[in-house]
């Protein structure tokens, strides 16, 4: 089993659609980052949540520390939002900034 | 504020070869950690530096190797080349290692070993 899950791998949504991308994650400390990563390859941090809920613009993100679960919700989805999201936890122990990714979801907004 | 930035943004070397890169961390920061991204995979962690000391390692050879300088810049080498280190190289840097310090990541490096 992975250490870190993602679902769905894909995702195609029209334009204006509610997106929800989920996290499982069986290692890692009390933390958890949302990053996103455009074809070019580079990686932006949207968000590292330690509890609750977090909201950033049309992104919002929650996080379950007891359950290992996290949500990237996106409202109002746009063609500009088409991108990888990757949910990565800190592997924590001596190499606190080592972080572990998921495959990603890619997801593909339609106009 | 300078960002995170890397150099080259390609490169091309043949089997056998040995290579460096490079990662200006940004300001403030003196925490650099340095992932290999494969095609179609998600990076995985090679290691760590803080403070011009390593500070973790990932499952990833001795010919991986790196150093970190005073002013927090750092470089990844890989000697002896192999065609499957061909991959997206990223660095990330933070303001410490604490778990919940955010990581700011480069552009990234592709490295194509042919």
């Known amino acids: 089993k992975n250490e870190v899950e993602q679902s769905p791998q894909n995702l195609t949504a029209q334009e204006g659609e509610f997106i929800t991308i989920n996290c499982s994650y069986s290692?890692?400390?009390?933390?958890l980052h949302w990053l996103q990563q455009h074809p070019g390859g580079g990686i932006v941090s949207l968000f590292m949540l330690s509890s609750g809920k977090k909201k950033h613009g049309r992104l919002i993100a929650t996080i379950n520390i007891q359950e290992k679960h996290s949500s990237l919700h996106i409202t109002a989805s746009h063609p500009r939002d088409s991108a990888v999201y990757i949910c990565?936890?800190?592997?924590?122990?001596?190499?606190?900034?080592?972080?572990?990714f998921g495959k990603g979801t890619k997801l593909s907004v339609k106009p | 504020e300078t960002g995170v930035t890397q150099s080259p943004t390609h490169l091309i070397k043949t089997r056998g070869q040995q290579v460096t890169l490079r990662c200006s961390s940004q300001s403030g920061h003196n925490t650099v950690s340095w992932y290999q991204q494969a095609l179609g995979q998600g990076p995985q962690f090679i290691f760590q530096?803080?403070?011009?000391?390593?500070?973790g390692r990932g499952n990833f050879p001795p010919r991986f190797s790196g150093l970190q300088f005073p002013n927090y810049s750092s470089e990844l080498n890989v000697n002896a080349l192999e065609l499957d280190d061909s991959a997206l190289y990223l660095c990330?840097?933070?303001?410490?290692?604490?778990?919940?310090?955010?990581?700011?990541f480069g552009p990234g490096t592709r490295l194509t070993v042919l």
């Open positions: 990330a840097s933070s303001p410490g290692l604490a778990s919940n310090n955010e990581q700011f």
């Open positions: 530096y803080y403070r011009e000391e390593e500070n």
């Open positions: 990565a936890p800190p592997r924590g122990g001596g190499s606190q900034g080592n972080l572990i």
């Open positions: 290692v890692g400390i009390s933390a």
